[in-house]
């Protein structure tokens, strides 16, 4: 069983940045992939960011390329979320999730992970 806690949220204005963390319980926690999700009002659940466990590879979906970047510290047991130049339309709240064995060609599907955290409020006001 593994336990994700996200935090870092937070009320900004258009353009500024926010680092959101994650951090996961369990001895085995380079081997899980982590992912960040979110979900605005009324929308479903998007994919955000991903890295594989074990030195693998990131992966982004294209309306944050370039702004956001996922990295992960294993002594920490911890991902994080570097947000950069942001929207309104970023605004949502943001999960973290943790699954083992994924795929490259499942990783950005919610159904992939098997533990998620309870969310963080991000804000973007322009």
């Known amino acids: 069983q593994v336990q994700v806690a996200e935090s870092g949220g937070g009320l900004v204005q258009v353009g500024a940045s926010l680092r959101l963390s994650c951090a996961a319980s369990?001895?085995?926690?380079?081997?899980?992939?982590m992912g960040w999700f979110r979900q605005g009002p009324g929308a479903e659940r998007e994919f955000v960011a991903a890295?594989?466990?074990?030195?693998?590879?990131?992966f982004y979906a294209d309306s944050v390329k370039g702004r956001f970047t996922i990295s992960r510290d294993n002594a920490k047991n911890t991902v994080y979320l570097q947000m950069n130049s942001l929207k309104p339309e970023d605004t949502a709240l943001y999960y973290c999730?943790?699954?083992?064995?994924?795929?490259?060609?499942?990783?950005?599907?919610?159904?992939?992970?098997?533990?998620w955290g309870q969310g963080t409020q991000v804000t973007v006001s322009s």
């Open positions: 999730a943790a699954g083992l064995r994924i795929i490259n060609t499942t990783i950005r599907r919610p159904g992939a992970y098997d533990y």
């Open positions: 369990g001895p085995t926690f380079r081997t899980y992939s």
């Open positions: 890295m594989k466990g074990n030195g693998g590879g990131t």
